[in-house]
């Protein structure tokens, strides 16, 4: 018997076989090595690519594990695997993580901002760090033992997915699908920056609900400190409380003195809220700037009356008022403090309800209160008859025909409700870090160019789409940069095109003509693409979408979705509550093989999972069992020199045996049908009962009892340890995918000739 058995299993010998199996070229599909033929079938997944901006947590090892058992079960059934991996730069995301850097070192991005050539220095200090934690997370994912292909390892910036989205971009332009225009957007005053709908958090609050006096007429609001830029009372058009008023200019006594406003009527307007009337702030209000480009020709237009910096700004329309400028430069907490109280004197207030409950939106990242703004973004239509039938509708249809399935199922609603309600989506970030949106604008009527306001409409600019900047004098270049989800919604296909260095490309892409045989024509549409469900919406449906609307073909067959992984109280994991875990201090304590079970049984699709301790422990606890089957097994035999692929037939074989060989096989074409059907938790569980409870607690202790009693005759004994001989072999693969390095550690260790690797035994 191999000395090494003589010893416990060390799960610390898990670094040096990862790096035997990264140097064997055997996770590349490309390459065909000594005996390992590789078959005609493809299967691929597309790495989502962990941000580039600080460690692994828990729900990247979810990810991993979960696309690990598919890339190593494939492999060993013969297809070519491409399990393609990659980092992504998450420009907002990474931006803030940075400026919390920053705020420790005594400075901030603005300080920085200010200084000659400062956004180039900015970006290229948060591009050192992502390069820093991009080696370190790449090292991550190797001890969690992903076989993936790190030949092919691609990020988010490198030019040549620059260069694809650039081309994405000026196509959506070409054909009319992305337009910059003025809307309200979610703006955050803490990072100066808008967000898209999706990365907008709400949280149930309780705030005053003021019900103030507009002439004859009492509305109520909670935003008191917007008054100053209503630009019209709206009613509900059916609401008889109003129908003498509607249409008609009212007197308002008001902190800045008497004023008129106009009473509309608009179906908008709930009448069982408040009064039924409300006031229009279309500068402050998403629900109110709608409102406005319906009765533009009737009221007038958003007046900005809160900065960027969440302050009260009046000067433009109230320099000269007093009563009013004392506001100027508040915030805005203290701005409506103040007002309620001076509005109260004034008996402009009719009632206050102290405990109005509303949904607030919040920065999803720093927890802000967010400030609609009307400004001027770039946008992707999806919500006039070109944009829902070019890029909306093909991708509806892609799911409801099964050309890409969703597991579970229940999801597929989900998107589905998401997909028919969609808006125009914003892809404008106001940040340094990300991909320069490529736009440039020119002055074509008087005016000096630092004079420009934005937009800029067609009347009095040019507008030149490209990344290089045009010839000729008076061109600026847009500084905002692409939303990262812009960018990354390329990811199938653009990570393919890269790294099959094709960069002048007209989809759709066909096979005709002399182009040599490369990974996009060989990999695309993609097989699976695994990631939690919370970025459905964020991830899924726009690389749906795009890569549909760009290729003509689906991105990925199949998408399946993991749940969340929770701590033991079921609270969801997070800095701010002290409970996340470090994946990587279990693998050390544990082994990536325990916490890689750990994370698949009991884990259903699209359903969270509850982290503990004692289950990766337990986990721990069946490697050594593996580790001390093999080592029984083999010190019962003088076996040697087996030849793959090892045959049943044996004639020293007994009958009863032989259904015992029929069952370890049952159990392992049982296995690869449920990792086959996305069920790993049943296929993980099945594989570790099997192992425990039947190999080792009752074929073993059976064959134990024949090979220790001295009366057994020479033929049951030599039939036992065969026996058990190949169904470790067995039990080694189909426990492979799940456990992958123990298993190659005993596997390294059996008396098989010409022995490569586990990783591309044959399954079968």
């Not at 884990?603 to 069992?625: H, L, P």
Request: hydrophobic share 40%.
């Amino acid at each position: 018997m191999n000395p090494d058995f003589l010893k416990p299993y060390d799960h610390s010998q898990e670094k040096e076989i990862y790096t035997r199996w990264e140097q064997s070229g055997y996770f590349s599909p490309q390459k065909s090595i000594g005996n390992w033929k590789l078959g005609t079938e493809n299967f691929s997944i597309i790495m989502p690519p962990p941000n580039a901006n600080g460690s692994l947590h828990v729900g990247h090892a979810v990810m991993v594990a979960i696309e690990d058992v598919l890339i190593r079960y494939w492999r060993m059934r013969g297809k070519k695997t491409l399990w393609l991996p990659g980092a992504d730069h998450a420009g907002f995301e990474t931006q803030v993580v940075f400026e919390k850097k920053l705020e420790k070192e005594g400075t901030s991005r603005f300080e920085i901002l200010q200084k000659e050539n400062g956004r180039e220095e900015l970006y290229k200090r948060i591009w050192d760090f992502t390069q820093e934690n991009k080696a370190h997370m790449e090292h991550q994912v190797r001890q969690l033992g992903a076989s993936c292909d790190w030949s092919k390892e691609t990020f988010t910036l490198d030019k040549r997915i620059i260069d694809v989205v650039y081309d994405t971009f000026q196509q959506l332009y070409a054909d009319g699908l992305v337009y910059r225009g003025k809307k309200a957007v979610n703006w955050c005053p803490k990072h100066q920056t808008t967000l898209s709908d999706l990365e907008v958090r709400y949280e149930e609050r309780e705030d005053p609900l003021y019900y103030v006096k507009y002439g004859p007429i009492t509305l109520a609001t909670v935003r008191l400190e917007t008054k100053f830029g209503d630009t019209a009372i709206a009613v509900h058009p059916t609401d008889a409380r109003y129908k003498d008023v509607i249409g008609k200019e009212i007197e308002v006594e008001a902190i800045a003195g008497k004023t008129k406003i106009k009473v509309i009527a608009d179906e908008h307007v709930d009448s069982a809220f408040g009064t039924g009337a409300v006031k229009v702030t279309p500068a402050h209000d998403a629900d109110d700037f709608a409102i406005w480009l319906r009765h533009k020709d009737e009221i007038e237009g958003p007046k900005e009356i809160i900065d960027a910096w969440g302050r009260m700004s009046l000067k433009q329309y109230f320099g000269k008022n007093a009563e009013v400028m004392k506001y100027d430069g508040l915030k805005i907490a203290e701005a409506r403090k103040q007002i309620a109280h001076d509005m109260q004197e004034k008996g402009l207030i009719e009632k206050v309800d102290e405990h109005y409950k509303h949904n607030v939106a919040l920065c999803y990242k720093c927890g802000s209160v967010l400030e609609p703004r009307v400004l001027a973004q770039w946008f992707v239509d999806l919500t006039t008859s070109k944009g829902q039938e070019k890029i909306v509708q093909p991708a509806i249809d892609a799911v409801k025909s099964k050309q890409i399935k969703i597991i579970p199922e229940f999801q597929e609603k989900i998107f589905l409700h998401w997909m028919e309600n969609i808006r125009d989506w914003n892809i404008s970030r106001q940040i340094v870090w990300g991909i320069p949106i490529p736009a440039w604008f020119r002055e074509t009527k008087a005016g000096a160019i630092s004079n420009f306001q934005f937009p800029i409409s067609n009347e009095n600019a040019e507008i030149h789409i490209g990344k290089e900047k045009p010839q000729g004098e008076g061109w600026v270049q847009e500084t905002d940069v692409f939303d990262t989800w812009f960018s990354s919604g390329q990811w199938p296909y653009a990570t393919l095109l890269a790294q099959s260095g094709i960069s002048n490309f007209q989809f759709p892409i066909s096979n005709e003509g002399n182009r040599d045989k490369n990974l996009f024509d060989e990999f695309y549409p993609t097989s699976v693409m695994e990631t939690a469900y919370d970025i459905l919406f964020f991830w899924v449906a726009r690389m749906i979408m795009l890569g549909l609307y760009r290729t003509g073909k689906v991105p990925f067959e199949t998408v399946y979705l993991h749940g969340l992984v929770r701590d033991k109280d079921k609270q969801k994991m997070s800095k701010s509550k002290g409970n996340v875990v470090d994946p990587l201090g279990i693998v050390e304590q544990y082994g990536a093989d325990a916490l890689r079970m750990a994370l698949i049984v009991g884990n259903s699709a699209g359903q969270d999972v509850t982290f503990a301790e004692e289950k990766i422990k337990g986990y721990r606890n069946f490697s050594n069992k593996l580790w001390n089957i093999a080592r029984f097994v083999l010190a019962q035999n003088s076996i040697s020199n087996f030849q793959f692929p090892i045959s049943s037939e044996f004639s020293s074989i007994l009958s009863e045996d032989k259904k015992i060989l029929e069952r370890a096989k049952g159990v392992k074409q049982q296995v690869g049908e449920y990792i086959e059907n996305y069920r790993f938790s049943q296929a993980a569980e099945i594989a570790y009962h099997y192992v425990w409870h039947e190999f080792a607690d009752k074929i073993i202790e059976e064959k134990k009892k024949i090979l220790q009693d001295t009366n057994e005759n020479k033929e049951q004994k030599e039939s036992a340890k065969i026996v058990l001989y190949l169904l470790l072999v067995e039990s080694l693969k189909i426990l492979h995918p799940f456990m992958p390095f123990v298993t190659e550690a005993i596997y390294q260790r059996l008396p098989i000739k010409n022995k490569d690797s586990l990783i591309i035994e044959s399954w079968e």
